[in-house]
């Protein structure tokens, strides 16, 4: 289960975020379910449940600057974790800087 076990990641990849799910009451209180529970919902009440993704494969910094910037693009990922997580930086028009991307790179592998 994603709750108690969150993906993990493989060759260097990063693990997902674990699942959770909770009820949403009408006066915005929220009651955290388990990874296995029976409930019921009365009216007004709202079962949200997120779901986790899969772990990542490969070292982040080695993904292609122009599939990271195709992330952003899509709304996968934002501007931020692209330059914190996988080292790319983008234009104004979210399209990759090379020289700004490798200058980045090769000073977060010093890190």
Same mark, same amino acid.
Do not use: F
């Given at each position: $289960? /994603?709750? $108690? !076990?969150? *993906? =993990?990641? #493989?060759? /260097?990849?990063?693990? #997902?975020?674990? %699942?959770? =799910?909770?009820? @949403?009451?009408?006066?915005?209180? =929220?009651? *955290?379910?388990? !990874?296995? +529970?029976?409930?019921?919902?009365?009216?007004?009440?709202?079962?949200?449940?997120?779901?986790?993704?899969?772990?990542?494969? /490969?070292? *982040?910094?080695?993904?292609? %600057?122009?599939? &990271?910037? +195709? $992330?952003?693009? +899509? /709304?996968?990922?934002?501007?931020?974790?692209?330059?914190?997580?996988?080292? &790319?930086?983008? @234009?104004? +028009?979210?399209? *990759? $800087?090379?020289? #700004?991307? %490798?200058?980045?790179?090769?000073?977060?592998?010093?890190?």
């Amino acid at each position: $289960d /994603g709750i $108690d !076990n969150p *993906p =993990q990641g #493989a060759a /260097g990849g990063g693990s #997902a975020q674990g %699942a959770s =799910q909770y009820i @949403d009451h009408p006066a915005g209180r =929220q009651t *955290p379910l388990g !990874n296995s +529970e029976v409930t019921e919902l009365n009216p007004g009440k709202t079962l949200v449940s997120i779901t986790c993704g899969g772990g990542g494969y /490969g070292l *982040p910094m080695t993904r292609e %600057a122009a599939q &990271v910037a +195709e $992330d952003v693009r +899509e /709304g996968w990922i934002t501007r931020a974790r692209a330059k914190n997580i996988y080292g &790319v930086v983008l @234009d104004s +028009e979210n399209l *990759p $800087d090379y020289p #700004a991307t %490798a200058l980045l790179r090769k000073t977060k592998n010093k890190e």
